[in-house]
C-alpha cells in the first residue's frame, strides 16, 4: 500500500518556488530519504506533509488523508521529530515520556506503562532515570525521536536527526532507525550522503524545489555512472546532471 502520494504539490513564497510541482509515492514501511543541496526544498515538503504549512497548490494523501481537505486526521496518523531536540531538560528520561504520552490523552497509569515500553524498545533502561539535560547530544535525540513515536504514528519525519552529533553518536542513532525500519514509514532529510546511503529504501534527490531523481542508492549509481554514492549525488544535484 502507498503511504504516501503526492500529486502536484507545489510551494511558492512570492515569486519565489520552493517547490516546484512534486509527484512521488512512498510505499508503507519505506525508508525514503530526502536529500539535497541547501535550499532544494527538502524542508518546505516535509513541513507541508506534515500539514505545518499549506501548498500553494496541488495535494498529497498521506495514508487516504489529504493534507488539504483534511489535515486534522492526517496529523493523527503523522510524527514528526525536529532538528532540534524537544525535550525538557528538567525532567527525567522516563518523566519526558511520561509526559507526551499524557499529552496524547493517557491517564498515569498508562502513561507510565508506555514510557516503560518505550524505554524497554529502545534501549533506553541506562538513562531512564537521568535529567535530560545532563544526557549527551546523541541520547538527547534518541530520546526526542522516542518521543515522537509514542503516539504510534504510521509515517515519522526525521529531519536531520544526526546534525552535529559526532560519529559514534551518529551511528547509534541509525541503530535506532534502522530498528524502526519496516515497522513503520520513515521519510528522512539529510545532508550526510552516507547516511541515506546506509539506512534508506529509496532516495530522493532534490534541486532548486525539483525532485531531480529517485531510486536506491545503487540505481542512482548506476544512473549517474558513478563509481561511488557522492559523485552519483553531486551528478544528479547539478543543473547539468542526469534525470530520471
Ligand atoms: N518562509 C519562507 N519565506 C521565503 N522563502 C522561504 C521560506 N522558507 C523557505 N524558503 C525558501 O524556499 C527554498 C527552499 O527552502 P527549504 O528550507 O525547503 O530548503 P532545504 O532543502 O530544506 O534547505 P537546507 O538544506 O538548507 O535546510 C529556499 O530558497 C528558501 O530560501
Redesign the pocket.
Not at 539535497?36 to 515538503?45: E, I, S, V
Given at each position: 500500500m502507498i503511504a504516501i502520494r503526492t500529486i502536484d504539490l507545489e510551494?511558492k513564497?512570492?515569486e519565489?518556488v520552493?517547490?516546484n510541482k512534486l509527484n512521488l509515492s512512498i510505499k508503507e514501511g519505506e525508508l525514503f530519504s530526502l536529500l539535497?543541496?541547501?535550499?532544494?526544498?527538502?524542508?518546505?515538503?516535509i513541513?507541508m506533509l506534515s500539514c505545518l504549512c499549506s501548498p500553494t497548490s496541488g495535494d498529497a494523501i498521506l495514508l487516504g488523508d489529504s493534507i488539504v481537505k483534511n489535515p486534522f486526521a492526517v496529523k493523527e496518523k503523522i510524527a514528526v521529530s525536529p532538528q532540534e531536540t524537544a525535550v525538557a531538560p528538567n525532567l527525567t528520561v522516563k518523566e519526558n515520556l511520561q509526559l507526551i504520552s499524557e499529552v496524547y490523552g493517557n491517564n498515569k497509569k498508562d502513561a507510565i506503562r508506555k514510557a516503560d515500553e518505550i524505554i524497554e524498545s529502545f534501549g533506553l533502561a541506562e538513562i531512564a532515570k537521568s535529567k535530560a539535560k545532563t544526557l549527551s547530544g546523541g541520547w538527547q535525540r534518541r530520546l526526542s525521536i522516542a518521543m515522537s513515536l509514542i503516539s504510534n504514528p504510521k509515517i515519522l519525519f526525521l529531519d536531520?536527526p544526526t546534525l552535529g552529533l559526532d560519529v559514534i553518536a551518529r551511528r547509534e542513532l541509525w541503530t535506532m532507525v534502522k530498528e524502526l525500519k519496516g515497522k513503520i514509514t520513515i521519510i528522512l532529510?539529510t545532508?550526510y550522503l552516507e547516511e541515506a546511503e546506509a539506512l534508506s529504501d529509496r532516495i530522493g534527490i532534490?534541486t532548486k524545489?525539483k525532485l531531480k531523481a529517485v531510486g536506491t542508492a545503487r540505481e542512482l549509481m548506476e544512473c549517474a555512472n558513478a563509481q561511488n554514492f557522492e559523485d552519483a549525488f553531486i551528478a544528479l544535484s547539478t543543473d547539468g546532471g542526469v534525470s530520471i
Open positions: 510551494k513564497y512570492k519565489k520552493a517547490l539535497g543541496t541547501n535550499g532544494a526544498g527538502k524542508t518546505t515538503t513541513k536531520e532529510t545532508h532534490m524545489g
